[in-house]
């Protein structure tokens, strides 16, 4: 029997979203659960029991994890040792000597302790030069001997293997690394040159550790996950999905799991880019707003934004990582002051205890009990009615922590917490958007997000988004994108070139050579021919600068022409050309298999442009800055061409949806809601 089901869950700081999509009926179903912050296994398996998943049935099973992130920000990875070149032990040190840039003019900055120690990080004979050639054989012995050193008197528990220029030779690696797994055979190893193909040792070095010190632990979990599964029915394929977007098999993301470390945000961008697609809309800025961070990255000309230079803290990462903007301001950001100013965040209430109004012993204020305060939410209806919320300990709690002690009303501190929210908000929307040159005017603001659509309609207000789009079930959205998302393996390879000075032949040939390993790759995942796609992408720049732009090299037919993309971009780009001539540094193949995706359906429209609401609620509307009746609506009741004048609340099982009386709703042909600015405002 054919297996219909496919199934996704991601986990958040507050909460395990679930999604069950049944291709022969295309039924979808939504849940949430609590997050299980000691145990996540546990808060994956109770989210797919209370979604009511067949595992029996399901082909698909695809997961977005915060692990590897979490186990980096925590300092709890495995205890990580460093095998390079002899005389190299201090290039992870060393780094590019410069300072993040909100530390610049610091004076008391300090650099932050090293997840490798030098007294874990030793150089072995052996050189490979920079056109891949072996200049100086590889001693084994110091290999094996280092080995040693690191697991049996260091306590090493995960080695990162990085030599000089193996992007262009991994001989050297992973000859090493046979000699490593024969000596010391229960150490993890990570070999930089598995991991990219790029050059620049730092950065190379900083991302082979990354992935060293997570994957035990990944590792780890996903066999505990996969055997849960397995022991409960799954005989279906395991997918985790990747940083830059879509989609790796759960084996191969445990041999490189740093391409996982942004997994949790990258479902609801898939989920946006598919959105606006189906929509026509290609500019887009997609904003997450769960229990503890918000995430928002640009979508422009229907691609979110990846970077190939990111970084995570103070350590680079040489892997395709979407361009997300992330800060500590979510529904359980806890509120406090410092005597004199109201702040919120970074800190939040997370799972357990969570907000005052969840009733499970927190005692600090979060943005969530302020929703509450603020006549947002409606405390019997939380979850479905699953949860109480308890209103008189919220109102209470910000009475004691905030209003009191800064002389105001428990009205004014639980406004205030927005709008230190909102002020906290708009600089990392102006990043990636003023800051690059792209007016937010021309975008539409995607929101999603437990506590996304309480917030994301005041965030467009302040930086004048041309509309609000709230898809279907936007608390579980990220999930929802999860089940969009193809396979995909991205493959680079330095190639330094001027271009005048390129053989188109030679070009195309390293371009096929990546095509290759690309199709074989998705080929033994069993896409066929007709399910794979393989695209082409290069980084320029002009000869003397430092930093790269990608271009697009799909049907390019000279190089003359790929010269012009490249112009057209940086100008693009950059608001100007240059007379120097350009110079080919990387080559990208994406190599993507395309799975099923459940579609998205126009619904049948409304008869009449007005519908009912089901009550009033007194709450705060920002646009008056006072309190006023809301009208309250089910979102089950709305139809395509239903047009709701603002302030109101758009009630749904996993979420809250507000906006005030200078917006108003309208509901697009797939059940989308719309929110724009009423013209007369």
């Not at 989609?247 to 445990?254: G, I, K, S, V, Y």
């Not at 109201?342 to 800190?347: F, N, S």
């Not at 490249?566 to 080919?584: C, I, K, L, N, W």
Request: net charge negative; with cysteine; hydrophobic share 35%.
């Amino acid at each position: 029997m054919e297996l219909q089901d496919r199934l996704a869950v991601d986990i958040g700081g507050t909460f395990v979203d679930s999604i069950t999509f049944d291709r022969e009926t295309g039924d979808i179903t939504v849940e949430k659960a609590s997050t299980t912050p000691d145990q996540p296994k546990d808060g994956v398996l109770d989210a797919i029991d209370k979604v009511g998943a067949d595992l029996d049935e399901t082909e698909a099973f695809v997961h977005g994890t915060t692990l590897g992130i979490n186990a980096f920000l925590e300092r709890e990875g495995a205890r990580t040792g460093i095998i390079t070149n002899e005389g190299f032990r201090d290039v992870f040190e060393i780094g590019r000597t410069n300072v993040q840039r909100e530390s610049m003019y610091d004076i008391r900055y300090e650099k932050p302790d090293l997840i490798v120690p030098r007294r874990r990080r030793i150089g072995v004979p052996g050189r490979i030069d920079a056109n891949g050639e072996v200049t100086e054989p590889l001693d084994e012995d110091a290999v094996r001997e280092a080995a040693r050193e690191l697991v049996r008197e260091r306590d090493v528990e995960s080695i990162a293997i990085c030599f000089l220029h193996s992007y262009r030779n991994g001989v050297h690696e992973r000859k090493a690394a046979e000699i490593i797994r024969d000596e010391v055979p229960d150490v993890s190893l990570s070999l930089s040159s598995d991991i990219t193909g790029e050059y620049r040792e730092y950065e190379r070095t900083s991302t082979a550790v990354l992935d060293s010190y997570i994957k035990p632990i990944f590792e780890s979990y996903v066999d505990r996950l996969d055997g849960a599964l397995r022991e409960d029915g799954f005989d279906g394929s395991f997918f985790i999905t990747r940083s830059g977007g879509g989609t790796l098999t759960a084996e191969n993301a445990t041999t490189a799991p740093v391409h996982t470390i942004l997994s949790g945000p990258a479902g609801g961008l898939i989920g946006a880019s598919h959105v606006g697609d189906v929509t026509d809309r290609d500019n887009l800025i997609a904003v997450d707003m769960g229990g503890t961070s918000l995430d928002a990255c640009v979508i422009e000309d229907g691609s979110p934004a990846v970077e190939y230079d990111s970084s995570l803290g103070h350590m680079p990462m040489m892997i395709p990582v979407y361009d997300i903007r992330t800060i500590g301001a979510g529904g359980g950001s806890i509120a406090w002051h410092d005597g004199e100013f109201l702040k919120v965040g970074p800190k939040s209430a997370g799972a357990d205890p969570g907000p005052i109004c969840y009733g499970r012993g927190g005692t600090e204020p979060t943005v969530t009990d302020a929703a509450v305060a603020l006549g947002y939410m409606d405390p019997a209806a939380f979850l479905g009615g699953d949860m109480d919320l308890d209103q008189t300990s919220a109102v209470d709690g910000i009475r004691e922590h905030l209003a009191d002690p800064l002389d105001m009303s428990v009205n004014e501190a639980s406004r205030g917490v927005f709008d230190v929210t909102l002020a906290n908000t708009v600089g990392a929307i102006r990043e990636i958007t003023v800051e690059k040159g792209l007016d937010p005017r021309d975008f539409t603001m995607v929101s999603y997000g437990g506590a996304g659509s309480l917030f994301v309609p005041l965030l467009a207000r302040e930086i004048g988004a041309k509309e609000v789009l709230i898809p279907h079930a936007p608390s579980v959205f990220s999930a929802w994108g999860m089940l969009m998302a193809d396979v995909v393996y991205d493959l680079a390879q330095t190639s330094i070139t001027v271009l005048d000075e390129l053989d188109y032949d030679e070009f195309d040939a390293q371009f096929a050579e990546l095509e290759t390993e690309g199709a074989e790759t998705l080929g033994s995942e069993g896409f066929g021919d007709d399910e794979r796609t393989l695209e082409r992408f290069v980084e320029m720049r002009y000869l003397g600068q430092e930093h790269t732009v990608e271009v697009d090299a799909n049907d390019v037919e000279s190089l003359d022409e790929l010269g012009d993309r490249f112009e057209a971009r940086h100008e693009s780009r950059y608001g100007h050309t240059m007379d120097d001539p350009p110079e080919v540094v990387h080559l990208r193949v994406r190599a993507i298999g395309e799975n099923d995706k459940p579609s998205i359906e126009a619904q049948e429209p409304a008869d009449e442009p007005t519908v009912d609401p089901v009550g009033t609620r007194q709450a705060y509307c920002f646009a008056e800055r006072e309190e006023v009746p809301f009208d309250v609506y089910e979102r089950e009741q709305l139809r395509p061409g239903h047009e709701l004048p603002g302030p109101a609340i758009i009630q749904e099982p996993t979420t809250t949806i507000v906006y005030h009386s200078d917006q108003t709703a309208t509901i697009d042909d797939y059940g989308h809601i719309l929110l724009s600015e009423v013209d007369d405002a």
